[in-house]
């Protein structure tokens, strides 16, 4: 097999030598040889002691340089080497679920990094976010052929983060027609939209804090703030809501909420409005809900917007208290993985503060377990959420 090898400096202590998947372009040699390789080329990697770090794609015009993907050099990167890779997080999400509704593959977290698959029964969303992974679409349709033979293939590459390693944006059925599906989660019957819905058409990740919130919403009012398609307000309504209001700026994501909640044998009442004018607002006429649920879009999203964007997390705590009746409960999400999990809880108790408000943390949460992390990049776990009991 004749594959450039990149090679470690001996000295250079990158966390690879620990097992870390990354390594930065300043932990490598970049000779003229490596400089030439176009983006996703297949390398191995070895140490100038002779040590190997294994197989990996690289990018020279990426700051993440090389990512691996195993820890064995001259492994064939195809479509056996997929199909494995997919039948052990098959199996992982089989031993969790009951139904085929979850992430199937979460990138590093499964040991392929830039590879993000969602399945909803016969239906597959594919993410692919690195140019290594680009240059192996057929060999990953080929493999998810064999392991779960779907009738419909999503690919859904129009994440910005593509831009950063040279690729274009666009969603494209691979197999199949894509349409719109159901979800099943947690007993609800949700509607997705795989094609014009945000990032893989659902977020499975929220799936457990779903669940949690909706073990205290029987009798209860509930405020969904940026609800998009209704997911925990929806649930909500199931578990017994006396009345729910699912907020959010989109008019097609509500229209997605409110057939949802037919589908469900569920009444919601869905608002379109800024969620930062209608909070003021509610405040303003004296309104407020026993539950409040606020799960933003990104505000952090690089790290140039930390101080920012952690000010908008501040306010938005600050205002969701303000609405949040005396006895309810609270909840504050984050999908911004450049905000540090402290740096959130302590902008969000900031918040709480200028509220006024009381609160005691009653739950701390990341992603369901459908969404697996490495262990040496704790970075990778995204999301946060903190639910508060207020008095």
């Excluded at 400096?9 to 990354?22: E, I, T, V, Y």
């Excluded at 692919?128 to 240059?135: F, L, Q, S, V």
Aim: hydrophobic share 45%.
């Amino acid at each position: 097999m004749s594959r450039k090898t990149i090679i470690v400096p001996k000295g250079q202590r990158a966390k690879a030598r620990d097992g870390s998947p990354w390594i930065f372009s300043n932990e490598i040699r970049m000779d003229p040889a490596a400089k030439a390789l176009g983006p996703g080329a297949i390398v191995n990697v070895r140490g100038e002691d002779g040590r190997e770090f294994g197989t990996g794609y690289f990018n020279p015009k990426s700051l993440i340089a090389v990512r691996l993907l195993a820890a064995e050099c001259d492994v064939a990167i195809d479509a056996d080497f997929f199909a494995a890779r997919l039948t052990r997080a098959l199996a992982l999400r089989k031993a969790i679920y009951d139904r085929p509704f979850y992430r199937l593959f979460h990138a590093e977290g499964d040991g392929v990094p830039g590879l993000v698959i969602d399945r909803f029964d016969d239906t597959l969303t594919v993410q692919i976010g690195t140019a290594g992974m680009e240059r192996q679409i057929e060999a990953i349709g080929a493999a998810l052929d064999r392991v779960l033979a779907p009738k419909t293939i999503v690919l859904r590459n129009d994440a910005p983060s593509r831009a950063l390693e040279g690729l274009d944006s666009y969603v494209r059925s691979f197999k199949g027609e894509a349409r719109r599906i159901a979800v099943e989660e947690n007993g609800v019957r949700y509607i997705a939209d795989l094609t014009e819905g945000q990032k893989t058409g659902w977020y499975y990740d929220q799936r457990d804090n779903r669940a949690f919130i909706a073990g205290f919403a029987k009798g209860k009012t509930v405020l969904d703030a940026y609800s998009y398609t209704g997911g925990f307000g929806i649930l909500a309504a199931k578990a017994g809501a006396k009345e729910v209001v699912c907020l959010d700026s989109s008019a097609p994501a509500l229209a997605l909420a409110e057939e949802s909640a037919r589908a469900s044998g569920v009444t919601i009442k869905a608002v379109k409005a800024d969620v930062f004018e209608e909070l003021e607002r509610l405040k303003a006429a004296g309104e407020n809900f026993d539950i409040v649920l606020a799960d933003p879009p990104p505000f952090v999203k690089s790290k140039k917007d930390l101080e920012p964007g952690a000010k908008a997390y501040r306010k938005l705590a600050r205002l969701a208290a303000d609405v949040t009746a005396p006895g309810g409960l609270l909840m504050v999400a984050s999908c911004s993985h450049n905000i540090p999990p402290e740096r959130f809880a302590l902008e969000c108790a900031q918040g709480l503060a200028r509220a006024g408000r009381r609160a005691a943390m009653i739950r701390q949460a990341g992603a369901g377990p459908d969404h697996p992390v490495h262990p040496l990049l704790p970075e990778s776990a995204y999301l946060k959420a903190i639910v508060y009991a207020l008095d």
